[in-house]
Structures are given as structure tokens and as C-alpha cells.
């Protein structure tokens, strides 16, 4: 029952995604491991819903394909949102969008106002995020399950309900990665 449920889930994520506007606008972190996340399966599907909502908000907007990239993070209900729009009007008008969203907890507008990056800068922000897990996942003092890392153009965004102590020791790991331009803390703080 277990592989089936699994299984539909996949599935169904995979179903959603396919209305994604040419690609430019993606919903990150819906398609996870079950087994090596934290979160409970119901949180799983909740964030996959906030996301596709998200995603259909933004596509109301009509705005131009070639001005905007957006990536789409839901983490226990709170919304990051990062990329790239080519002004501070579609900026605001995107988080305007997205406050209306009644399931979102918090709505964290990290979008840069600049021409949306290419494949190249695509390529090495997988790269960095890639080296920033495998150093997270070696320390002993951080739980690399509890945290999402996310790249935008250099830009490390960590993700995650984790201790004070946990969201620090992560962020100076990833501060020394090679590539990193600034790191940006997404933490719910637990006690």
C-alpha cells in the first residue's frame, strides 16, 4: 500500500507540473523522496498543493514569458519565491499574487530585479547546490533532511524547520563552498 501511495503521488506531482508556463516558471522541491524527507506525507502533499496554487496565481498575471524566471519553494506551509523579473512593478504584483493564497503561512519574495539567467548560470547552480548538500550531509552537527538547499544565481537559500544552532552550523558550511555568492537563512527556528 505503501509503494502504491508513493507511487500516486509521483504521479499526481508530475501530472500538475505539466502546465508549467515554457518552463520559466518551475515548483521546486514537490517532487521529493518520501523516505528522506521530514516532513509527513500529508505536509508533502499540502506543500505540493501551495505550490501548484502559487504557480496558477502567477500565470493570472499574463506577464511576458522572456522577462520573468520564477522558482517556486513550499516548505511546511510558508512560500519562498526567487528568480528573476525585470521590474520592481511585476516584483510587487507577483507578491501581491501570492499573499492572496489562504493555505500559504508566509510568502518570502526573493525575486532579483534582472534579465532571468541562462542555461550556463542554470548549470552552475545546480553545481554549487550539489556541493552545498554533499558538505551539509558530511558535517555531523546538521541534519541534511531537515534542509532544503535551493541556488538561484549564486544565491544559496536554505530551507528547513531546524534548531538555532543547526540553521548556523549550516550556514557557515555553506558560506565556504566555492561558488556561493551570499547565503540567504529560509529557517523556522524550533527551541
Not at 501551495?50 to 513550499?74: C, G, V, Y
Not at 551570499?182 to 527556528?189: D, G, S, Y
Amino acid at each position: 500500500m505503501k509503494k502504491f501511495t508513493v507511487t500516486l503521488f509521483f504521479i499526481s506531482v508530475f501530472s500538475l507540473l505539466q502546465g508549467c508556463a515554457g518552463g520559466l516558471i518551475v515548483v521546486a522541491g514537490t517532487a521529493v523522496a518520501v523516505t528522506s524527507d521530514e516532513r509527513t506525507l500529508s505536509q508533502q502533499l499540502d506543500d505540493s498543493a501551495l505550490s501548484t496554487a502559487a504557480l496558477d496565481k502567477i500565470n493570472e498575471l499574463n506577464i511576458r514569458n522572456e522577462n520573468i524566471r520564477i522558482n517556486l519553494i513550499s516548505n511546511s506551509g510558508y512560500l519562498l519565491v526567487v528568480g528573476q523579473v525585470t521590474d520592481q512593478q511585476t516584483k510587487d504584483q507577483v507578491e501581491q499574487q501570492l499573499k492572496t493564497l489562504k493555505q500559504a503561512k508566509g510568502v518570502y519574495n526573493q525575486l532579483r530585479i534582472a534579465k532571468p539567467i541562462g542555461f550556463s548560470q542554470q548549470s552552475k547552480d545546480s553545481w554549487i547546490t550539489t556541493k552545498v548538500k554533499s558538505q551539509l550531509t558530511g558535517h555531523e552537527e546538521v541534519n541534511s533532511l531537515k534542509i532544503k538547499v535551493i541556488t538561484e544565481n549564486a544565491e544559496v537559500f536554505l530551507i528547513g524547520i531546524v534548531s538555532e544552532e543547526m540553521a548556523n552550523n549550516a550556514t557557515n558550511i555553506t558560506r565556504k563552498v566555492d561558488g556561493v555568492k551570499q547565503v540567504n537563512r529560509v529557517f523556522q527556528l524550533i527551541k
